[in-house]
């Protein structure tokens, strides 16, 4: 492994690859000196794309790969179809030793499947998770988690999110002891199924000591009620998308109001410096870039939809947390996990 | 069954019950001329609290309760020990004939085993499920259900859902057609788990010929991309509360730029006629009312932290669906259904 900073990215996954890959590279390497990137995918078509933008050029050396994997292809498929691709070749320099972390903005199962394939699961973890970042009105964000990785999720899976979300969490913002919050239909404790009630219990029995708060709503998403918010990946991409879209909804509001009659866009335009920090605020590029937990290696997952100012944005979590400890993290939380399992198997045995 | 219109009130229902019920009570009966209140509550209180409001006072009498259900009652003890509180009582009203709806603020699970129990589910129909209405971008609104009737739900009460969610959609809009679609992780034909995807199958094949769009997205609830969006209570009511969240995140953040500077509160100053008509298009109370679907009887459910005008907001929709033929709509809808299924039956038998 280089001493620098070596990102792998595929550059033909998502909706508008590779062009907007190309210019989240641009801005990433002008962004974060001493980056590296390794772009995989169509030699020529990247070679043309690279001429325009020097920053990315000089920062980057290109893997040709065969072909890309569609964004409607099945998991399984991409297992049996995806050697060569791409998106197996930029998962594979981390699986290699050769990259950091891998970028795409390609297919979500396809990329959870070559990446669990390729990398493995941390000792101790089930399944991946994914999680992203979410603002909040306490100002600080929330990491949910998961975002979409796995359809269902059993009582061990969500004690599995716990421990993994909060040491991301305290990785990426240096919180001692991020709180955790199981997402339910009420706070309450008989509310519910039976997998989340039982999960709410491991996690209190758990010798992992998490800050556990117990249930939390959905508008606890928003009010930064807790720092990490576990639920099962089904829920929370229902969640995280609709959360987007009411985001959206409003603005679309908001500018119609804004635009409605001559006082309010004479009010609009002088109240514009703050109007465009709002805008910022809410742009949903700007939290682009959900990550995989619990894997051998960092694998960042952007929007499949996104443009090259949200792919730089995928970029820079990467960069954050390649140079955070949030892997070590992990295995830490795991590894007490572990011990005390083999210690209560060891109790048991000598009863 | 009187000609005028009837609506039974559970005085005692909701966090800050019966002050914002009796507001509530107040700008209805101020609003709708014509409609007749039964409060059923603490007499005392509920009187003391009439005398400061006039409309309500002279369109309202008064049922004595002897007791209120505390918001973290479970739905089983409250069936057991809710007999003659107001709760009870005012789902009684309908079930006696006594009046055309009922409006509750209080503890939905309870509510919703107290109405199961004394009104039972219409023919053909498995389960209830909440029904809510939600902004779109496209204008109209949004039918969301179950957003919380039910903590899972399996295929057939999904396609249940779909049915009754349709009906009360055209009932409540006019819409001679309304669009249906199945919320899951993404739009393609193999995601989510078995149970969404034989759903899908089923209301493909049903005789209730639905305008069925397939699979939809969390965005898709705001974007307005169907009328009608079918989920399980759980996903349904995370969603929902995520959205609600979201759209308070943002005016606080709208909020927070606006009075950031001079030049901004100035711009805000002279854009308010616009900012307030934003505001009362995002408020939460304008939307609030969901309706408890399948039932043999009109069962509305208030916010349990609502206030006044949102009490009254509850109260509209309960006017709006009792002077709509929305319960024949269903009805007619699962006839139909019912009737397929017993001509396929006689069908198979003579094979």
Do not use: C
Request: proline content about 3%.
């Amino acid at each position: 492994m280089p001493n620098e900073l070596v990102l792998s990215i595929d550059a033909m996954g998502g909706d508008h690859a590779p062009d907007i890959v190309l210019d989240g590279v641009e801005r990433a390497a002008r962004k974060h000196q001493g980056v590296r990137f390794i772009l995989h995918g169509a030699e020529t078509q990247v070679q043309d794309l690279l001429r325009t933008r020097a920053a990315a050029r000089q920062a980057s050396r290109i893997v040709a790969a065969e072909r890309a994997i569609a964004m409607d292809v099945k998991p399984s498929q991409a297992l049996r179809q995806g050697k060569g691709s791409s998106l197996w070749n930029a998962v594979g320099s981390v699986a290699d030793g050769e990259a950091h972390a891998v970028v795409s903005a390609g297919n979500t199962g396809a990329y959870m499947a070559i990446a669990m394939f390729r990398l493995r699961t941390m000792a101790g973890v089930h399944r991946p998770a994914l999680a992203a970042m979410w603002p909040s009105m306490r100002g600080g964000k929330v990491a949910v988690l998961d975002v979409g990785a796995n359809v269902q999720a059993d009582a061990e899976q969500l004690v599995d999110f716990a421990i993994i979300g909060e040491a991301y969490h305290r990785a990426i913002t240096g919180a001692a002891h991020p709180t955790v919050g199981l997402l339910n239909v009420g706070s309450e404790e008989q509310k519910g199924h039976e997998e989340i009630r039982a999960a709410a219990r491991l996690i209190r029995e758990s010798a992992v000591k998490l800050a556990f708060h117990g249930f939390v709503e959905g508008d606890d998403i928003a009010k930064g009620t807790v720092d990490v918010i576990v639920t099962d990946g089904f829920t929370g991409n229902i969640a995280l998308k609709t959360a987007e879209g009411t985001a959206r909804l409003v603005a679309g509001f908001l500018r119609e109001a804004l635009s409605s009659n001559l006082m309010s866009r004479i009010g609009a335009l002088i109240a514009y410096p703050a109007l465009r920090k709002l805008r910022d605020q809410m742009d949903p590029r700007n939290v682009n870039g959900a990550v995989f937990l619990g894997l051998n290696g960092l694998v960042v997952k952007s929007h499949g939809g996104t443009d090259g100012p949200g792919f730089a944005a995928a970029i820079d979590v990467a960069v954050q947390l390649a140079r955070s400890e949030f892997r070590d993290e992990i295995a830490r939380n795991i590894a007490r996990l572990a011990d005390s399992a083999a210690a209560d198997a060891s109790g048991q045995a000598a009863q």
